[in-house]
């Protein structure tokens, strides 16, 4: 067994995957500096995008989600052959020492290789998980959950929290923040973000309120953080019709935003709910609408049951989407009380450092 600790993570396809896996692997670098931390991912952009801004050692691997279809269920299988092949062969020249799976697709391969050479530690971030991570469950040797599992309490062994990267926490006073993304320091602040993509959604709500309801945001400015390729139609909205605005496809700094927030408008994935928690912003989340088991209502349910947080449903017409969030938005925009109330309530359930704990928990 190689006495240096050779960490592989296994997941992608998103930002919730490798996220928490960039943020595990922080922790660990800082308590054993000659540890080596290696990520498989999926061959997606975003993950490509991500591990190189973190200067993380990647292998990008061919493996697709499952499918009922007969082109993408022999996708599946011939990809998950290959990638299985691919991580024993990291696992040998690498003599890696412990595999953490993220869940999902490509964690799923790595899993089956790693059973019977190297300890498997499997990271739940979904509620409910998902149909790769209750497979794999079967062959990890250990299995922790970053949300609660009412619905399968037996799932894991521990309730750890969402990992969230350093780079995801305030790093200053709120006027400094908003210095470093270009707005006035001392102007109230909503957050606008999809996440690591972009919502589509989302975007489209914000250039409908801006046409129809431009004077909710008379004294608050915005950071709109778009995704990727769609930026110029929600700027163009924003100079139109005088709201103050920087916009934004992708901040990899994310902690510079929440920390010049005092309202966010959210998608409601396990990594933006982790982050609006440890950095206690008050948000209405619009959970992604098209996910069969609606996991990101789940995900934004304890901040929403703590005070914390507002759900709205995400319709997907952007009328609707106006009509719902409009008045959520009058009143939280204009009653501060109201959100120091929401702050607090996340700061009184702020947990230890999810990502320490499993570091902690692999290095011993």
Known sequence: MNSTPTILFAGGGSGGHISPGLAIAERIIARHRDAKCIFICSDREIDRVMLRQAEAYFIPVPARPWSTQPRGLWQFVTRFAQTRQIVREVIETERVTHLIALGGFVAAPAVAA??????????????????????????????????????????????????VRLRALTPGKQAACRKKLGLEPDTPTLLVTGASQGAGSINELMIAL????????????????????????????????????????????????????????????????????????????????????????????????????????????????????????????NNEAKRTAMRSALAARRGPDAAEVIAKMLLG
């Open 114 to 163: 790693a059973r019977r050479k190297v300890p498997s530690l499997l990271v739940n971030l979904d509620a409910p998980p998902g149909k790769a991570n209750r497979m794999m469950a079967r062959k990890c040797t250990k299995i922790v959950t970053a949300i609660e599992l009412p619905m399968m309490p037996k799932f894991a062994e521990q309730v750890v929290g969402m990992p």
């Open 210 to 333: 801006a046409a129809t309801n431009a004077h909710l945001l008379s004294d608050w400015q915005v950071y709109h953080l778009t995704g990727r390729g769609n930026s110029r139609d929600v700027c163009e909205a924003y100079e139109q019709h005088g709201i103050r605005a920087v916009v934004s496809e992708f901040l990899d700094h994310i902690g510079l935003a929440w920390g010049a927030a005092d309202l966010a408008i959210s998608r409601a994935g396990a990594s933006s709910v982790a982050e609006v928690a440890v950095n206690t912003v008050p948000t209405v989340f619009l959970p992604y609408p098209h996910h069969r088991d609606m996991h990101q209502l789940r995900n934004a349910q304890p901040l929403v049951e703590a005070g914390g947080a507002v759900v709205v449903d995400d319709a997907a017409d952007v009328q609707v989407n106006v009509k719902t969030v409009q008045p959520v938005l009058t009143e939280l925009l």
